[in-house]
């Protein structure tokens, strides 16, 4: 299919699927950017799972894998494993990752396992209808939570920060936040998933961004409405930032080892 100027070859000029608003379609883009300028098209490869992100395979331009519900993990650890020069992304959001999808996101990182996971957090269940998700806000309402999240609730609880969780694992090197509302946070995003990619590509252990992303459709918003109710709301809940970064100490066992494997 013939690209327009600019467009990401990895990246299929089609009409989206995504409502108005929704940051997959920013998120997407920043994903197919990259792999172009790393040169992995051919060897790149995505696990999109059960959700929005089923649409994934309409979107992108090279290899996919639609594991089912939370299995993503579990895939993606088989497929680094066998092809291990290839770039491996698990593509979640959060009721897949941090719900049905816990044990395997908990268990892979823990393990190191290496592959990059790009984890999409709305807030919310945006494909089956606005149900109250691990990540819904306090106070927030969803289908499931018609006056709120109430962690005094019986089953409410409170919102997971899946990032802070995964890094206090010993297997995740790499851990970042950021968030897709405002032109500066695409950019800085950008580069939290530049260099988990990267590290990846390097052979250190398990790498995770998560995305701050808006769902107007399900959050009742206008587009810029859920802009700034991200900004005001969700950001003081996950901070943005890199959360754990581990990469220069990964390296340098790397580079011991290979010394002590030369040397021998």
Not at 32 to 57: F, S
Not at 90 to 99: E, F, K, L, T
Not at 134 to 149: D, H, I, M, S
Request: contains cysteine; hydrophobic residues 40%; proline residues 5%.
């Amino acid at each position: 299919m013939k690209k327009l100027r600019g467009h990401p070859r990895s990246l299929y000029e089609v009409s989206t699927k995504y409502c108005g608003g929704c940051g997959h379609g920013v998120i997407h883009r920043i994903i197919t950017e990259l792999i172009d300028e790393m040169g992995l098209r051919e060897r790149a490869i995505i696990t999109n799972p059960v959700g929005c992100a089923i649409w994934a395979d309409l979107y992108f331009d090279f290899d996919s894998v639609q594991p089912a519900h939370g299995r993503t993990p579990a895939a993606a650890t088989g497929i680094k494993r066998v092809l291990p020069d290839h770039l491996v992304i698990c593509y979640q959001g959060d009721g897949d990752m941090a719900a049905i999808g816990t044990a395997e996101m908990i268990h892979a990182a823990n393990r190191g396992e290496k592959f990059t996971t790009v984890f999409v957090n709305n807030a919310i269940y945006g494909m089956t209808g606005g149900q109250m998700a691990p990540t819904t806000l306090v106070g927030q309402k969803a289908a499931t939570a018609p006056w709120g999240r109430d962690p005094g609730a019986a089953g409410m609880g409170y919102p997971i920060r899946v990032a802070e969780l995964l890094s206090g694992l010993e297997g995740s090197r790499y851990i970042a936040r950021g968030a897709v509302n405002t032109a500066a946070n695409v950019r800085k995003t950008r580069g939290y998933i530049k260099k988990a990619l990267e590290a990846q590509m390097r052979g250190v252990g398990f790498t995770m961004v998560e995305v701050l992303s808006p769902c107007p459709t399900n959050w009742g918003m206008e587009p810029l409405g859920a802009a700034e109710w991200l900004e005001e709301r969700m950001i003081p809940i996950f901070p943005l930032g890199e959360i754990k970064n581990t990469l220069d100490e990964a390296a340098g066992a790397a580079c011991a080892a290979a010394a002590g494997e030369a040397a021998s």
